[in-house]
């Protein structure tokens, strides 16, 4: 008698499995519709695209991970995708659209060799190949930049600049981004380091974007705190305290019994008395100005106006800290410690009017390694894609300046890369071959991309490209206004090598997990998506072609 084997239930109830060429194809799908959400917006022809959220709010950005953060996204492998746009923002400021199209093409590419019944691992050895050599080849391609080379700087940030709202007046900006990141390089011996908290970017809505301007210390949304304060002062000793200006309380329960009026009188004359004792030692500083990170008492305001003071009260720690910076002072946690060698100094410090609020300018400081860019505009939406620009610009400088090499863009970095890898391919001789001959194929999707964006014929660009650099045209790219192949690096099309090299690695990395993956177990509770995986959830109603 065959004895009945009882099925073994391993997952939950109401998980789902998407095994082997499914699983592989699914999640290729999903990186695919992703990097087609971004792919019009790349170059300086690329389009914009509103995204509208839940409660309604509108963003207007051709920015890649501005995108894809604003569409919240819930398909596993989508997100993958995405976090290669958030690694490019953190890492270099730019090239996130890049990175997202290149791990698109090399996904699709991929598909095509599995097809081909070759396998997957077969094929991220090869882009793993292909990668290592991509980054020697465009290591070997890049010309050197110093901090000194303005010029360069102000084509590499003008060029982050190009295809955003911010065009129109790029050279202004990249004018004052340089002056931005030069100013707040560290060094140490050999060492070089910019920080770009270092660079303060306060956004006021009102006035036209070529107001914007760049200020050699710290513009603070606050005002003074008392209206008889000067509104303007000249050669300001700045005092920097994060301890209040007001009578302390007692840190533990404690009862005052009064019996009389006179007590009661004495009890606040002594309030007021130790309160302009600590004002007396702040002026004793010799500081005319007073930033503090928490509160001052009303009559400690009328004691500091009294003095002639400018006072700035609840500033935050981060703010407290650039002010550090750019004035040279130190921030003190003792007022019975504030002394003459503590306080920062300023060319001046104003109240100045800009919109509708006031705002405190702390401007013209001796050695300011803190700056803030002034950000002008019409809109909001204006304001906030300037702002984008700019960052974009600031990243794309400090890549530049750290790493000491740039390459011309248009799409010509791509076309040399995708021309050595094909030539590193004839040195293999297993499958792998394949592989590498795939991602130099995914590499030329930039300047296809670029071509198809400026309403140009792809297949004659990509062609006349790779005839110029066949020629010997090293720098040989794209002019999407002109429709002509130029000299990139004459025409001051110019990107840090940074960008090419981390949207290079992150892409290929991503594409490499992606193609491993065969098998997707959803279970009942995660709250995952069907392993149909249709579309990416969160998107927008009524913004058809994302599934």
């Not at 746009?85 to 953190?90: D, F, G, H, I, S």
């Not at 990141?181 to 920080?195: H, P, Q, W």
Request: net charge negative; aromatic share 2%; charged share 25%.
């Amino acid at each position: 008698m065959t004895q009945q084997i009882q099925p073994i239930f391993v997952l939950s109830e109401g998980a789902q499995k998407t095994t082997g060429r499914n699983a592989q194809r699914m999640n290729i799908q999903a990186a695919k519709a992703v990097a087609d959400a971004v792919r019009t917006t790349l170059g300086p022809k690329g389009m914009d695209k509103m995204l509208v959220d839940s409660l309604g709010d509108v963003v207007i950005s051709n920015d890649g991970v501005t995108i894809l953060e604003e569409m919240n996204i819930d398909h596993p492998s989508a997100k993958m995708i995405v976090e290669i746009a958030k690694t490019q923002e953190e890492e270099v400021g730019d090239g996130t659209t890049t990175a997202v199209i290149l791990a698109g093409d090399l996904l699709t590419n991929a598909e095509s060799l599995i097809d081909k019944q070759i396998h997957p691992t077969v094929i991220a050895r090869g882009y793993k190949l292909a990668s290592e050599k991509a980054i020697e080849i465009l290591n070997g391609m890049a010309e050197p930049v110093l901090e000194t080379d303005t010029d360069i700087l102000n084509k590499i940030a003008a060029t982050a600049m190009t295809g955003k709202s911010a065009e129109h007046v790029r050279s202004h900006l990249s004018e004052m981004a340089v002056k931005a990141v030069v100013g707040v390089i560290d060094k140490t011996g050999s060492e070089t380091a910019i920080d770009k908290e270092n660079i303060k970017i306060e956004k006021k809505v009102g006035g036209s974007v070529e107001e914007s301007s760049l200020v050699q210390g710290i513009i603070l949304d606050k005002e003074k705190v008392h209206p008889n304060m000067p509104d303007h002062v000249a050669n300001a000793k700045v005092a920097l305290v994060d301890v209040a200006i007001e009578v302390k309380s007692p840190e533990t329960d404690t009862k005052v019994q009064i019996n009389d009026p006179a007590q009661l009188q004495a009890f606040l004359d002594m309030e007021e008395k130790m309160l302009q004792e600590k004002v007396e030692k702040i002026a004793a500083s010799g500081a005319n100005v007073l930033f503090c990170q928490k509160g001052i008492d009303d009559i400690a305001q009328h004691f500091l106006a009294k003095k002639g003071i400018y006072a700035v009260r609840r500033v935050s720690k981060s703010d407290m800290e650039k002010l550090a910076r750019a004035t040279g002072g130190k921030v003190v946690s003792n007022l019975k410690e504030l002394s003459g060698t503590d306080l920062g100094s300023a060319g001046s410090v104003d109240s100045k009017h800009v919109g509708d609020e006031d705002m405190t300018f702390v401007q013209d400081c001796p050695n300011a390694k803190a700056v803030t860019m002034l950000i002008r505009g019409g809109t909001n939406h204006i304001v906030d894609e300037v702002k984008r620009a700019v960052e974009d610009a600031i990243g794309d400088l400090r890549a530049a300046i750290l790493s000491g090499k740039v390459v011309a863009g248009g799409g010509a970095p791509e076309v040399a890369l995708a021309k050595g890898l094909r030539q590193y391919a004839q040195s293999l001789s297993g499958r792998e071959q394949l592989a590498v001959l795939s991602f130099a194929d995914a590499i030329e999707v930039i300047p296809i991309t670029l071509a198809e964006n400026a309403g140009l014929d792809p297949i004659d660009v990509l062609t006349e490209l790779k005839s110029a650099h066949d020629g010997g045209q090293k720098w040989a790219g794209i002019d999407v206004f002109t429709g002509k192949v130029v000299d990139s690096w004459q025409l001051g099309v110019l990107e840090p090598l940074k960008v090419k090299t981390q949207a290079v690695s992150s892409s290929s990395e991503v594409a490499t997990m992606i193609l491993r993956i065969d098998d997707v177990i959803a279970s009942s509770g995660s709250g995952a998506p069907a392993p149909d995986m249709g579309g990416m959830g969160g998107m927008p109603p009524g913004m058809p072609g994302m599934m």
